[in-house]
Protein backbone atom coordinates (compact mmCIF):
# COMPACT_ATOMS: atom_id res chain seq x y z
CA UNK A 1 0.00 0.00 0.00
CA UNK A 2 1.39 3.31 -0.98
CA UNK A 3 2.35 5.67 1.93
CA UNK A 4 0.53 8.27 2.13
CA UNK A 5 2.68 11.99 2.27
CA UNK A 6 1.90 14.59 4.56
CA UNK A 7 0.62 18.24 3.92
CA UNK A 8 2.35 21.21 4.14
CA UNK A 9 0.26 22.32 7.26
CA UNK A 10 0.53 18.68 9.11
CA UNK A 11 4.61 18.72 9.16
CA UNK A 12 6.01 19.54 12.49
CA UNK A 13 8.12 23.34 12.54
CA UNK A 14 11.66 22.62 13.09
CA UNK A 15 13.02 24.76 15.95
CA UNK A 16 14.87 27.76 16.21
CA UNK A 17 18.34 25.53 15.37
CA UNK A 18 17.62 21.94 14.25
CA UNK A 19 20.27 19.07 14.33
CA UNK A 20 21.02 17.84 10.78
CA UNK A 21 22.65 14.78 10.79
CA UNK A 22 24.92 13.80 7.74
CA UNK A 23 27.05 10.74 6.84
CA UNK A 24 29.96 12.38 8.22
CA UNK A 25 29.17 14.55 10.54
CA UNK A 26 26.77 16.72 12.62
CA UNK A 27 26.06 20.41 11.45
CA UNK A 28 23.79 22.98 13.40
CA UNK A 29 21.71 24.24 10.89
CA UNK A 30 21.23 28.45 11.23
CA UNK A 31 17.35 29.81 12.39
CA UNK A 32 15.55 31.11 9.97
CA UNK A 33 15.54 34.76 9.43
CA UNK A 34 12.96 36.39 10.78
CA UNK A 35 10.13 37.84 8.65
CA UNK A 36 9.23 41.76 9.59
CA UNK A 37 5.37 42.64 9.75
CA UNK A 38 6.26 46.12 7.90
CA UNK A 39 8.99 45.22 5.59
CA UNK A 40 11.06 47.34 5.83
CA UNK A 41 11.23 49.05 9.75
CA UNK A 42 14.20 50.54 11.19
CA UNK A 43 14.01 47.80 13.15
CA UNK A 44 14.58 45.22 10.39
CA UNK A 45 17.08 47.28 8.66
CA UNK A 46 19.52 48.61 11.48
CA UNK A 47 19.14 46.28 14.48
CA UNK A 48 18.18 47.96 17.51
CA UNK A 49 17.73 51.82 16.53
CA UNK A 50 18.94 52.94 19.98
CA UNK A 51 22.81 51.65 18.76
CA UNK A 52 22.51 53.99 15.83
CA UNK A 53 23.08 57.93 16.51
CA UNK A 54 21.12 58.52 12.85
CA UNK A 55 18.40 56.76 14.07
CA UNK A 56 17.72 57.73 17.51
CA UNK A 57 18.67 61.62 17.80
CA UNK A 58 19.26 63.48 20.66
CA UNK A 59 20.52 66.46 20.26
CA UNK A 60 17.53 68.32 18.50
CA UNK A 61 15.81 71.11 20.22
CA UNK A 62 12.74 69.87 22.11
CA UNK A 63 11.04 73.18 21.16
CA UNK A 64 11.59 75.66 17.98
CA UNK A 65 14.06 78.65 18.19
CA UNK A 66 13.75 79.90 14.30
CA UNK A 67 11.44 81.00 11.88
CA UNK A 68 11.84 77.49 10.04
CA UNK A 69 11.16 76.02 12.95
CA UNK A 70 7.68 77.89 13.97
CA UNK A 71 6.79 77.54 10.54
CA UNK A 72 7.52 73.09 10.68
CA UNK A 73 5.45 73.53 14.24
CA UNK A 74 2.95 75.21 12.22
CA UNK A 75 2.44 72.64 9.60
CA UNK A 76 3.32 69.53 12.03
CA UNK A 77 -0.23 70.92 14.18
CA UNK A 78 -2.22 71.48 10.64
CA UNK A 79 -1.84 68.19 9.69
CA UNK A 80 -2.40 66.31 12.91
CA UNK A 81 -6.24 67.13 12.83
CA UNK A 82 -7.43 64.68 15.41
CA UNK A 83 -5.49 67.22 17.32
CA UNK A 84 -7.26 70.58 16.56
CA UNK A 85 -10.82 69.60 15.03
CA UNK A 86 -12.36 68.27 18.07
CA UNK A 87 -11.18 71.59 20.08
CA UNK A 88 -13.35 73.85 17.34
CA UNK A 89 -15.85 76.19 18.36
CA UNK A 90 -18.04 78.71 17.20
CA UNK A 91 -19.63 82.14 18.53
CA UNK A 92 -22.10 84.01 17.03
CA UNK A 93 -21.14 87.35 18.84
CA UNK A 94 -17.06 87.73 17.90
CA UNK A 95 -14.00 85.14 16.65
CA UNK A 96 -13.88 82.41 19.08
CA UNK A 97 -10.17 81.06 19.96
CA UNK A 98 -8.36 78.49 22.38
CA UNK A 99 -4.71 78.29 22.99
CA UNK A 100 -3.25 75.20 21.56
CA UNK A 101 0.47 74.95 23.04
CA UNK A 102 3.12 76.77 24.54
CA UNK A 103 6.73 76.82 24.63
CA UNK A 104 9.49 79.24 25.58
CA UNK A 105 9.07 82.00 23.55
CA UNK A 106 6.20 81.45 21.79
CA UNK A 107 2.15 80.31 21.53
CA UNK A 108 -0.23 78.61 19.39
CA UNK A 109 -3.79 79.72 18.65
CA UNK A 110 -6.52 77.83 17.50
CA UNK A 111 -9.10 80.56 15.84
CA UNK A 112 -12.85 80.05 14.35
CA UNK A 113 -15.02 82.45 11.81
CA UNK A 114 -18.06 82.32 10.82
CA UNK A 115 -18.99 84.15 7.94
CA UNK A 116 -18.92 87.64 8.06
CA UNK A 117 -16.33 87.96 11.36
CA UNK A 118 -13.26 89.89 11.10
CA UNK A 119 -10.59 90.66 12.91
CA UNK A 120 -10.48 94.51 12.10
CA UNK A 121 -7.27 96.21 10.82
CA UNK A 122 -4.45 95.50 13.63
CA UNK A 123 -1.13 94.86 14.38
CA UNK A 124 0.80 92.24 17.52
CA UNK A 125 2.70 94.66 19.23
CA UNK A 126 6.13 93.37 19.57
CA UNK A 127 5.22 89.57 17.95
CA UNK A 128 5.66 88.30 15.23
CA UNK A 129 4.69 84.63 13.53
CA UNK A 130 3.58 82.45 11.28
CA UNK A 131 -0.12 81.46 10.48
CA UNK A 132 -2.61 78.74 8.26
CA UNK A 133 -5.92 78.16 7.47
CA UNK A 134 -6.56 74.52 7.89
CA UNK A 135 -10.66 74.78 7.28
CA UNK A 136 -12.51 77.08 5.07
CA UNK A 137 -11.23 80.36 3.48
CA UNK A 138 -10.21 83.57 4.98
CA UNK A 139 -9.17 86.94 2.85
CA UNK A 140 -6.29 89.53 4.08
CA UNK A 141 -6.12 92.93 3.62
CA UNK A 142 -2.49 94.19 4.68
CA UNK A 143 -1.08 97.76 4.94
CA UNK A 144 2.76 98.28 4.41
CA UNK A 145 4.70 101.32 2.83
CA UNK A 146 4.35 99.93 -0.62
CA UNK A 147 0.22 100.73 -0.18
CA UNK A 148 -2.75 97.97 0.20
CA UNK A 149 -2.67 94.35 -0.74
CA UNK A 150 -5.22 91.76 -0.54
CA UNK A 151 -5.23 88.22 -0.66
CA UNK A 152 -7.41 84.92 -0.26
CA UNK A 153 -5.61 82.40 2.14
CA UNK A 154 -6.71 78.69 1.64
CA UNK A 155 -5.41 75.55 3.41
CA UNK A 156 -2.47 74.55 2.74
CA UNK A 157 -0.52 78.21 2.86
CA UNK A 158 1.63 79.65 5.53
CA UNK A 159 1.92 83.30 6.10
CA UNK A 160 4.35 84.81 7.59
CA UNK A 161 4.82 88.07 9.56
CA UNK A 162 6.88 90.28 11.38
CA UNK A 163 6.72 92.79 13.94
CA UNK A 164 4.43 95.84 13.28
CA UNK A 165 2.97 93.99 10.36
CA UNK A 166 -0.46 95.51 9.58
CA UNK A 167 -3.64 93.81 8.50
CA UNK A 168 -7.71 92.76 8.49
CA UNK A 169 -8.40 89.03 7.90
CA UNK A 170 -11.93 88.04 7.64
CA UNK A 171 -13.84 85.65 6.91
CA UNK A 172 -16.34 86.55 3.55
CA UNK A 173 -16.90 83.33 2.15
CA UNK A 174 -20.74 81.57 3.23
CA UNK A 175 -18.76 78.70 5.16
CA UNK A 176 -17.29 78.66 8.74
CA UNK A 177 -13.42 78.94 8.94
CA UNK A 178 -10.67 77.59 11.05
CA UNK A 179 -6.85 78.84 11.41
CA UNK A 180 -3.90 78.17 13.61
CA UNK A 181 -1.75 80.96 14.40
CA UNK A 182 1.80 81.21 16.39
CA UNK A 183 3.43 84.22 17.69
CA UNK A 184 6.44 84.80 18.95
CA UNK A 185 7.26 86.21 21.63
CA UNK A 186 3.37 85.40 23.26
CA UNK A 187 0.70 87.78 21.90
CA UNK A 188 0.64 90.57 25.08
CA UNK A 189 -1.19 93.31 23.04
CA UNK A 190 -2.36 94.51 20.17
CA UNK A 191 -2.21 97.98 18.28
CA UNK A 192 -6.68 97.87 16.80
CA UNK A 193 -7.14 100.34 14.40
CA UNK A 194 -11.32 101.02 14.05
CA UNK A 195 -10.81 102.33 10.68
CA UNK A 196 -8.87 102.08 7.85
CA UNK A 197 -7.84 105.24 7.86
CA UNK A 198 -6.54 105.19 11.10
CA UNK A 199 -4.52 102.40 10.52
CA UNK A 200 -2.87 104.07 7.34
CA UNK A 201 -1.89 107.29 9.54
CA UNK A 202 -0.54 104.54 11.84
CA UNK A 203 -1.96 106.29 15.03
CA UNK A 204 -2.58 102.73 17.26
CA UNK A 205 -5.31 102.66 20.14
CA UNK A 206 -3.58 100.33 22.64
CA UNK A 207 -6.10 96.89 23.49
CA UNK A 208 -4.43 94.53 26.11
CA UNK A 209 -5.13 90.88 25.07
CA UNK A 210 -4.60 89.42 28.38
Given at each position: ????R ?10 A?A ?8 A??P ?13 S????P??F???A??D?P ?5 LGG????V ?5 D ?8 R???L??WY????T ?5 V ?5 L ?15 V ?6 E ?13 R?L????L???S?G??H ?9 A???H ?21 T?E?H???
Amino acid sequence: MPRLRKRDRDRKRLPATATVTTSTATAIAPAPAPRWADGLSDVSIAGDPMAFPHLARTDLPAHPTSLGGYARLVREIAADRARWEPLVRYDALTRWYARLETGPGYEVWLLSWLPGQSSGFHDHGRSSGVMTVVQGELSERSLTAGGEGSRALAPGGLRVFSTGYLHEMVNASLEPAVSIHLYTPGLVEMNQYPTEQQAAAATPERHRVR
